[in-house]
T-cell receptor
């Protein structure tokens, strides 16, 4: 079974803090994604990566950056957290260079106070 | 870029009845349309998908139809059961690009009344 692991289930941070959300997958998947989930808005794509050191902006990249130094790890970075970034963050991975089944992590509920 | 609209946002059906969720997409190049189910407190999981060379696909009580001309696709659940209660997301993506991305609809909260 594919395992996508997000480092924290719940996280509370202060406005202005730098926040790191970590995601690790164990199936040698090429593609990795970061989504945020908000009620009524569904899953919105922040950033994705189809190879090591490669990144592409999704629909809502403002205020976020990402890092993919190793194939299995994809990090989401909030340079200066703001209250409107309070959300559930979901990491996902998929195989090969084309769209295939997404395997999601269990999510990180981030609260920015 | 791709935009996916999903309706309704909430749906309540009597156990045993059918449920239909509809989605439209904007990018005519999209050719892969998955559906994900998210139970309360759990991660989304793929339940069925359809590719653009197929008009309909069935898996037991679940079916998906695709109309490429109209750019819409639908999820049909027959003989609904309590365990079908969840949030369902449709999505669309292009399979031809090495940088293809999966864009989701806003979700439908399905409730099954006993």
């Amino acid at each position: 079974d594919v395992k996508v692991t997000q480092s924290s289930r719940y996280l509370v941070k202060r406005t202005g803090e730098k926040v790191f959300l970590e995601c690790v997958q164990d199936m040698d998947h090429e593609n990795m994604f970061w989504y945020r989930q908000d009620p009524g808005l569904g899953l919105r794509l922040i950033y994705f990566s189809y190879d090591v050191k490669m990144k592409e902006k999704g629909d809502i990249p403002e205020g976020y950056s990402v890092s993919r130094e190793k194939k299995e790890r994809f990090s989401l970075i909030l340079e200066s957290a703001s209250t409107n970034q309070t959300s559930m963050y979901l990491c996902a991975s998929s195989a090969s260079g084309t769209a295939e089944k997404l395997f999601f992590g269990s999510g990180t509920q981030l609260s920015v106070l | 870029g791709e935009n996916v609209e999903q309706h309704p946002s909430t749906l309540s059906v009597q156990e045993g009845d059918s449920a239909v969720i509809k989605c439209t997409y904007s990018d005519s190049a999209s050719n892969y349309f998955p559906w994900y189910k998210q139970e309360l407190g759990k991660r989304p999981q793929l339940i069925i998908d359809i590719r653009s060379n197929v008009g309909e696909k069935k898996d037991q009580r679940i079916a998906v139809t695709l109309n490429k001309t109209a750019k819409h696709f639908s999820l049909h659940i027959t003989e609904t059961q309590p365990e079908d209660s969840a949030v369902y997301f449709c999505a669309a993506t292009s399979m031809d690009s090495s940088a293809s991305k999966i864009i989701f609809g806003s979700g439908t909260r399905l409730s099954i009344r006993p």
